[in-house]
């Protein structure tokens, strides 16, 4: 059985393929009389917009998304909130040769393994074009959680990392990279630019911090908040990894060094050192939520790479139409949004339990 719906009380079920006539979300479990309106997500939406810069996808898709149920006189009401986003932009001519042969990299054959049957359009499902629903669901999730600030941005690009000690904020919205570095902006300027003209790709790492969560949401063994955290990523189109907090450079570490200590506080503990990424036995320890996110070179590119057909004959095929030299770059509302989403799932949870 396929899963089109994520959450277990705030919970959203994305429809839509790349190339049919819309794509959206129907999220339901949000609580009632929350203020919401259309201007609500779309600054969300617009931030993943495809054809912003010469570093993205040239397919112009403006993702106005509309409210069709679940809010009366601008307040949520309770009951399923169904949101809709059209496509506008579709070339579904740019894909007749991915109809006879799958592309290495992509889903082609393991859909056809599974369903005997694909939508070959621009990868129907599997096209990342689906994170738009994610990220207008993501949107409304923000609204359950106010007291929490989610904060996305690339840390990396093609092997080429941020400087933490130049890290300002401020800089995430003045380049198309969401990068907090300027200086490697620049540089990533470069990079891509190089793997677009040659036809290529590259991989990135886009991290997210939440602050403001409070010390208690999660749980533990099967529902522990960094295991929530890692499946809501892993499932987002092209990630093949994720790291909570230190991750894999704990593995290096001694038990000393990984340690989070802790001083007395006015109000609660005074950690020295956040090694965890804000997660301890499965529950927020009221620390930054760290999550690490590494996005694949986008497999559409124009050197012809061997393959096969439907049919088992060995063939060439390269990628047509408009793709992301580097899909990361336009991963970071994503994350963000399915960041948002976990921690609104796992505060309407902790209420339900401990009140």
Same mark, same amino acid.
């Given at each position: 059985?396929?899963?089109?719906?994520?959450?277990?009380?705030?919970?959203?079920?994305?429809? +839509?393929?790349?190339?049919?006539?819309?794509?959206?979300?129907?999220?339901? +479990?949000?609580? @009632?009389?929350?203020? /919401?309106?259309?201007?609500?997500?779309?600054?969300?939406?617009?931030?993943?917009?495809?054809?912003?810069?010469?570093?993205?996808?040239?397919?112009?898709?403006?993702?106005?998304?509309?409210?069709?149920?679940?809010?009366? =006189?601008?307040?949520?009401?309770?009951?399923?909130?169904?949101?809709?986003?059209?496509?506008?932009?579709?070339?579904?001519?740019?894909?007749?040769?991915?109809?006879?042969?799958?592309?290495?990299? !992509?889903?082609?054959?393991?859909? $056809?393994? &599974?369903?005997?049957?694909?939508?070959?359009?621009?990868? +129907?499902?599997?096209?990342?074009?689906?994170?738009?629903?994610?990220?207008?669901?993501?949107?409304?999730?923000?609204?359950?959680? @106010?007291?929490?600030?989610?904060?996305?941005?690339?840390?990396?690009?093609?092997?080429?990392?941020?400087?933490?000690?130049?890290?300002?904020?401020?800089?995430?919205?003045?380049?198309?990279?969401?990068?907090?570095?300027?200086?490697?902006?620049?540089?990533? =300027?470069?990079?891509?630019?190089?793997?677009?003209? $040659?036809?290529?790709?590259?991989?990135?790492?886009?991290?997210?911090?939440?602050?403001?969560? @409070?010390?208690?949401?999660?749980?533990?063994?099967?529902?522990?908040?960094?295991?929530?955290?890692?499946?809501?990523?892993?499932?987002?189109?092209?990630? &093949?990894?994720? =790291?909570?907090?230190?991750?894999?450079?704990?593995?290096?570490?001694?038990?000393?060094?990984?340690?989070?200590?802790?001083?007395?506080?006015?109000?609660?503990?005074?950690?020295?050192?956040? !090694?965890?990424?804000?997660?301890?036995?499965?529950?927020?320890?009221?620390?930054?939520?760290?999550?690490?996110?590494?996005?694949?070179?986008?497999?559409?590119? /124009?050197?012809?790479?061997?393959?096969?057909?439907? =049919?088992?004959?060995?063939?060439? /095929?390269?990628?047509?139409?408009?793709?992301?030299?580097?899909?990361?770059?336009?991963?970071?509302?994503?994350?963000?949004?399915?960041?948002?989403?976990? /921690?609104?799932?796992? &505060?309407?949870? !902790?209420?339900?339990?401990?009140?």
């Amino acid at each position: 059985m396929s899963r089109n719906t994520f959450g277990h009380v705030f919970r959203f079920t994305t429809w +839509g393929e790349s190339h049919g006539p819309a794509l959206g979300a129907v999220v339901d +479990g949000c609580p @009632p009389g929350i203020v /919401l309106t259309e201007t609500d997500i779309q600054p969300f939406l617009d931030a993943r917009r495809p054809g912003q810069s010469r570093f993205t996808t040239q397919r112009q898709e403006p993702d106005q998304v509309r409210i069709l149920s679940g809010v009366f =006189e601008g307040r949520t009401t309770g009951t399923p909130i169904s949101l809709m986003i059209e496509n506008v932009d579709q070339r579904s001519k740019d894909y007749s040769e991915v109809a006879r042969a799958y592309r290495p990299g !992509h889903a082609d054959y393991a859909y $056809d393994a &599974k369903y005997g049957f694909r939508d070959y359009r621009g990868g +129907g499902r599997s096209s990342a074009r689906e994170t738009a629903s994610r990220v207008a669901a993501g949107a409304v999730a923000r609204l359950v959680i @106010p007291e929490v600030f989610i904060l996305g941005y690339v840390s990396a690009i093609g092997g080429d990392a941020i400087d933490p000690a130049a890290f300002n904020p401020a800089e995430i919205g003045r380049n198309p990279f969401f990068c907090p570095d300027a200086k490697a902006a620049e540089r990533w =300027e470069a990079l891509v630019d190089k793997a677009r003209k $040659d036809g290529s790709s590259l991989g990135a790492v886009v991290e997210c911090v939440a602050t403001g969560v @409070p010390a208690g949401w999660g749980a533990p063994l099967y529902a522990k908040l960094d295991a929530e955290l890692a499946h809501a990523m892993m499932g987002i189109n092209a990630v &093949k990894g994720v =790291e909570i907090g230190d991750g894999f450079a704990a593995a290096a570490n001694t038990g000393e060094g990984n340690a989070d200590p802790m001083r007395p506080g006015n109000d609660g503990p005074i950690f020295t050192a956040n !090694h965890a990424g804000g997660i301890a036995g499965g529950i927020s320890t009221g620390q930054p939520i760290v999550v690490r996110v590494a996005f694949k070179p986008t497999s559409s590119i /124009l050197t012809p790479m061997p393959t096969i057909t439907r =049919e088992g004959e060995a063939t060439e /095929l390269f990628t047509k139409g408009r793709h992301d030299p580097c899909v990361g770059i336009r991963g970071v509302p994503v994350v963000e949004a399915m960041m948002a989403a976990v /921690l609104a799932d796992q &505060k309407m949870l !902790h209420r339900a339990q401990c009140g």
